[in-house]
């Protein structure tokens, strides 16, 4: 056999095993109940709806409290991205998340000031075409999401998540009329042949090495573009066998990827990773 047509026999096989290897699955977000739950009524109901950014379990789990640093930054670019600032202060209508008042940019939370941080970032690095086709693997509450539909418009934003999760991100998406996203089940065969970015923000990072190798066969490969922030905690804190980041750069370089690596920017923790690509460019 080849070395092609082997290439092509593991993918398939992987594709057999998906729905297998997902129901055994593990990652730091699928264990903690507390936070699964709050998505959940969050998604079905009016009182969770409007307060699930206040609840103590989803706070513990995906919000920040510290934005000094990403207000730093965004005052240092703020000239190019004004007209952009009042739209993503919609985002922190959603929840009754903590929000501040930051002197020439206005009133956010610190999530939201990192999302922001990081579509600036993402639109400085590539030259990311109109109507792009755009991947997140873990997205929250949608948060990126939407404020990078405020910087660069989509056609389409596919988001893989947990159950849970992606009905909570449907209802916000519906509350701030943001089309184009569509949630597929994790088991779900990504339609596209090819997308033009792929995003993660340390959710790939804190899964199993079995939804790892799935996301990366079905999500990973076919994107031009990527923007990665990986941590290092599931495996040393969590025992989750998991892929550290070195692991994930060569599983990239082996398959024909070319990714630049930097600390993270505004680290929120020590040895956390950016990881990049774009291969449209030599």
């Not at 096989?13 to 903690?32: G, H, K, N, Q, W």
């Not at 919609?90 to 501040?100: Q, S, Y």
């Not at 939407?146 to 389409?156: A, D, G, I, R």
């Amino acid at each position: 056999m080849t070395f092609c047509a082997f290439k092509a026999s593991l993918s398939a096989f992987f594709l057999v095993l998906m729905p297998y290897l997902l129901a055994e699955s593990d990652s730091i977000t699928s264990r903690d109940a507390g936070y699964r739950e709050v998505c959940k009524k969050a998604a079905e109901s009016r009182d969770y709806f409007l307060q699930f950014r206040s609840i103590p379990d989803y706070r513990r789990a995906l919000e920040i409290t510290e934005g000094d640093a990403f207000y730093d930054y965004l005052m240092s670019t703020r000239k190019t991205i004004e007209k952009t600032l009042a739209g993503c202060e919609r985002l922190d209508t959603i929840g009754n998340p903590t929000t501040k008042s930051y002197p020439f940019l206005g009133t956010f939370s610190a999530k939201t000031l990192r999302y922001i941080a990081h579509a600036d970032k993402m639109c400085k690095f590539f030259q990311l075409p109109q109507k792009m086709k755009v991947a997140e693997i873990g997205a929250g509450f949608g948060g990126q999401c939407f404020v990078l539909s405020q910087f660069k418009p989509f056609e389409t934003y596919y988001i893989y998540d947990l159950p849970e999760v992606q009905g909570l991100i449907k209802r916000v998406m519906q509350t701030l009329y943001v089309s184009g996203v569509i949630c597929p089940a994790m088991n779900a065969k990504l339609s596209e042949e090819k997308i033009d970015l792929v995003i993660s923000n340390y959710a790939f990072s804190e899964c199993s090495l079995d939804i790892q190798l799935l996301y990366f066969e079905q999500v990973i490969k076919k994107a031009d573009r990527g923007y990665m922030v990986y941590n290092q905690i599931s495996q040393a804190d969590y025992g989750i066998n998991s892929m550290s980041c070195d692991e994930f750069v060569q599983l990239l370089r082996k398959n024909g990827i070319r990714p630049k690596v930097f600390t993270e920017f505004l680290s929120t923790a020590p040895g956390n990773r950016l990881i990049i690509w774009d291969k449209t460019k030599s």
